[in-house]
T-cell receptor, first 117, second 113 residues
Framework: GAVVSQHPSWVICKSGTSVKIECRSL??????MFWYRQFPKQSLMLMAT?????????EQGVEKDKFLINHASLTLSTLTVTSAHPEDSSFYIC?????????????FGPGTRLTVT | DAKTTQPPSMDCAEGRAANLPCNHS???????VYWYRQIHSQGPQYIIH???NNETNEMASLIITEDRKSSTLILPHATLRDTAVYYC??????????????FGQGTTLQVKP
């Protein structure tokens, strides 16, 4: 299957700083990527849809000015958590769809563990 | 996309079959049933999907009832490495669909020695 990577796999930052997380599709191109957030013992929550060459689409309740998404190329999307606070500590996961036959199938990255101190 | 209901947790003995149920009573005719799993602190992994026929691959089997209102994921010989959260997701599978997935709470499967 297709491979999606994330970098870094974990990061610790101080409150008030910004953190950038990268999501790459390694062996296919993706004009769309998805960003999820997962708190401990909870399910994945879709945050936003990243669109190559245009603005991201955010889910209801997700602050677009706090979670900046840039889809710079057909293989790279970045999520920047700005002015991070301890409550932003979470597991961030990206996914990218690959075209297979008549539809797309979703491939997930390994996730990035963010801890804000 | 239709809503799914899964039991929050299940146990299974190592080496035995694990049968994970999923209810999707409001499923539409063009919606597929997908199963993913998430091992602790990893990204979700695709397992299998189906429309109305039973499906089998190297990981699991998917049994969908004739009325399509429920399905069962079967891991034929569960191992300790199958301990994970299993998500049943129903979604339309069309050309214009980029595959956005909305996750429910899933079933935590604990395989015990």
């Amino acid at each position: 299957g297709a491979v999606v990577s994330q970098h870094p796999s974990w990061v610790i930052c101080k409150s008030g700083t910004s953190v950038k997380i990268e999501c790459r599709s390694l062996d296919f191109q993706a004009t769309t990527m998805f960003w999820y957030r997962q708190f401990p013992k909870q399910s994945l929550m879709l945050m936003a849809t990243s669109n190559e060459g245009s603005k991201a689409t955010y889910e209801q309740g997700v602050e677009k000015d706090k979670f900046l998404i840039n889809h710079a190329s057909l293989t790279l999307s970045t999520l920047t958590v700005t002015s991070a606070h301890p409550e932003d500590s979470s597991f961030y996961i990206c996914s990218a769809p690959q075209r297979l036959a008549a539809t797309y199938e979703q491939y997930f990255g390994p996730g990035t563990r963010l801890t804000v101190t | 996309d239709a809503k799914t209901t899964q039991p929050p947790s299940m146990d299974c003995a190592e080496g035995r079959a694990a049968n994970l149920p999923c209810n999707h009573s409001t499923i539409s005719g063009n919606e597929y049933v997908y199963w993913y799993r998430q091992i602790h602190s990893q990204g979700p992994q695709y397992i299998i999907h189906g429309l109305k026929n039973n499906e089998t691959n190297e990981m699991a089997s998917l049994i969908i009832t004739e009325d399509r209102k429920s399905s069962t994921l079967i891991l034929p010989h569960a191992t300790l490495r199958d301990t994970a959260v299993y998500y049943c997701i129903v979604r339309v599978r069309v050309v214009a669909d980029t595959g956005k997935l909305i996750f429910g709470q899933g079933t935590t499967l604990q395989v015990k020695p």
